[in-house]
C-alpha cells in the first residue's frame, strides 16, 4: 500500500469520524410544553437538548410551535424572552414582555427555566 493511499484512508477516516461525533453530539429532544389545539398557539415544542444558559445569563434554546421554529432566549428571572439574532439575545427586542404572563407563555419560561441552574 503506497503512502498516499494510506494517508488518504486516514484522511477519510478522520473526516467521516468528525462528521460522525458532530452529527451526534447535538441530538434533538423534542418535548412538548404546550397543547392546546385552537389556542394561541396551538402547541409549543422545546428541543431540551439545546436549552443553556449565556454568559449573559439569559437562557437559551430552541423551540418550535404554530408559526414555525426557532432560537428564544429568555429572562428566568424577569420572564421576559428575547429574539436570538446570531446565536445572541436582541436585547433591543424584548419580544414579549407581556406575552410572559399569559398561561402558554408561564408554561413555556417555567419548563425551560427548571433546566438550568
Known sequence: ???QNSL???IFAVG???VWILSSAYAQNWVR???TPGGDPA???VD???ILKGVDG???YDMQDDLGASSTAIDCQEQIFYVVVNG???LKSRLYPVMARSESAKKEADFVCSRVS
Do not use: G
Open 1 to 3: 500500500m503506497s503512502l
Open 8 to 10: 488518504t484512508k486516514a
Open 16 to 18: 467521516f469520524f468528525s
Open 33 to 35: 410544553v404546550i397543547d
Open 43 to 45: 402547541y409549543v415544542d
Open 48 to 50: 431540551v437538548d439545546s
Open 58 to 60: 439569559l437562557v437559551y
Open 88 to 90: 445572541q439575545a436582541d
